[in-house]
């Protein structure tokens, strides 16, 4: 890669185009996708959005629901309301940087990467704490910069926080990592501004545990607590596994079976790792790019170590999207000091790479959505509680409950075998011995 620096007109034509194919791919990634690009939790979020103010269940704050929830009375289902969401997540974050100018191209290199525009594209609440990630680091500058009252900066910052919890518990990170920033900072006349808002968001998920959590769930501590669930080499190997996939530019996804291709995944993104580290120890960094390495560490650092005491899936790209973003925004802007606008051709070759990847694992949503429609409607199940036996919820069973939840939410799973006997519990034979669903293989 060499350096290259454009005219100021063709650079902003160089940019409406990146934009637009971003937008291009997000959409595609969901209709090319046999499900819709969504999973298990994705059918809690759109259920609880569907049945609120009905509360079923505490797994997940209710932030996210509650959006989806808004945008269905302007006449969109669930599903395609979360669709709306990543978009507008999406949006949002390029006006906002451009307005602001922080780091607009940087955050529009790292919104076009494969793995945010999989973000975006997903029925997941991670795509909706991305802007208020941005809004986070934002205030963090202006309260460095000393451009905001110390009150005011207190205010914006627990907001966020709080905002962020009620989006996703894992936020809790973040209040942790603006007290230690606070702690780190002491004599700095910014220093109370971080340590007082990351002690009132630590104060906000405590009283939230009591008033909502355990009102409604009384078990949740006994359900996800447990201790030694992975052995340290299994989540050392799962940590490395998911850091290089997540700072992989190009591929997010490794394959589960193994295989030859994952010594390329894994090693493009250790190598991207290692560039990041350089880069950051030899390079000047300012006040608030510090404050978001450091943010960004401790979250990734208890990312981790939450692991040995609470129940999560293994660290991947989506999980750590919210605390990668600001990683990859500061570690642009150094490569944009020794590339110049060359720098986009990264953005370029990753939605190509995306694009590959899409479309060699192509299905159809849309015909997917219709057959299962016909078979709800028939069944008179279009908007009936359902239930749905999966054995195992990651196999084909599983992506037939998600298929048919993009267009009836109110959808439980069991795995329980007997209940496969009831006349009214769903499964993958009963629902595909008189439709038929395409599913894709490849992946």
Same mark, same amino acid.
């Not at 969901?30 to 999973?39: H, P, Q």
């Not at 669709?83 to 607009?104: P, V």
């Given at each position: ?242 850091? %290089? ?53 401790? %979250? ?144």
């Amino acid at each position: 890669m060499i350096s290259i620096k454009l005219n100021s007109k063709y650079e902003k034509i160089l940019q409406v185009f990146l934009i637009i194919t971003t937008y291009v791919m997000i959409i595609l990634r969901f209709l090319l996708n046999e499900k819709g690009r969504v999973n298990p939790d994705s059918i809690r979020y759109m259920r609880q959005a569907d049945m609120f103010p009905v509360i079923d269940n505490t797994t997940a704050p209710l932030g996210y629901s509650l959006f989806i929830k808004f945008f269905t009375f302007f006449g969109l289902d669930e599903f395609w309301s979360s669709k709306l969401i990543g978009i507008l997540a999406y949006t949002f974050i390029l006006i906002f940087a451009y307005k602001k100018r922080f780091f607009f191209k940087e955050l529009l290199i790292t919104s076009a990467l494969f793995s945010f525009v999989s973000i975006y594209s997903y029925t997941m609440s991670e795509a909706l704490t991305l802007p208020f990630v941005i809004l986070f680091f934002y205030t963090a500058r202006q309260i460095i910069k000393n451009r905001i009252s110390q009150v005011k900066g207190i205010l914006y910052l627990s907001l966020l926080l709080i905002i962020l919890l009620n989006i996703r518990y894992s936020a809790l990170f973040f209040c942790v990592g603006s007290l230690i920033f606070g702690v780190m900072k002491i004599g700095k006349h910014y220093w109370k501004s971080f340590a007082i808002s990351g002690f009132l968001g630590i104060g906000f998920y405590g009283l939230y545990k009591i008033i909502f959590i355990d009102y409604f769930n009384k078990d949740y501590v006994n359900i996800f607590l447990e201790i030694g669930l992975k052995s340290t080499p299994q989540l050392l190997l799962e940590l490395f596994q998911g850091l %290089t996939t997540t700072f992989n530019p190009f591929i997010h996804i490794a394959d589960p079976n193994g295989g030859i291709i994952n010594y390329g995944i894994y090693g493009i993104g250790a190598i991207t790792i290692m560039i990041m580290v350089f880069l950051f120890i030899r390079a000047k960094i300012s006040e608030t790019e510090k404050f978001i390495l450091i943010i960004s560490s401790v %979250t990734i650092i208890l990312s981790y170590f939450v692991q040995y005491v609470y129940s999560v899936n293994a660290i991947d790209y989506r999980l750590l999207a919210p605390f990668s973003i600001g990683i990859w925004i500061v570690f642009l802007r150094r490569i944009f000091l020794f590339f110049d606008d060359a720098t986009y051709s990264i953005a370029f070759l990753s939605l190509l790479t995306g694009f590959v990847f899409t479309w060699l694992s192509k299905g159809n949503y849309l015909d997917n959505r219709k057959s299962i429609t016909q078979f709800l409607t028939s069944e008179k199940l279009i908007d009936k509680e359902l239930k749905f036996y999966v054995k195992d919820q990651f196999d084909n069973d599983g992506q037939t409950a998600e298929l048919i939840s993009t267009v009836n939410p109110r959808i439980y799973i069991t795995a329980k075998a007997s209940d496969t006997l009831k006349k009214d519990v769903l499964t993958r034979y009963k629902v595909e011995k008189k439709i038929n669903i395409k599913k894709n293989n490849y992946q």
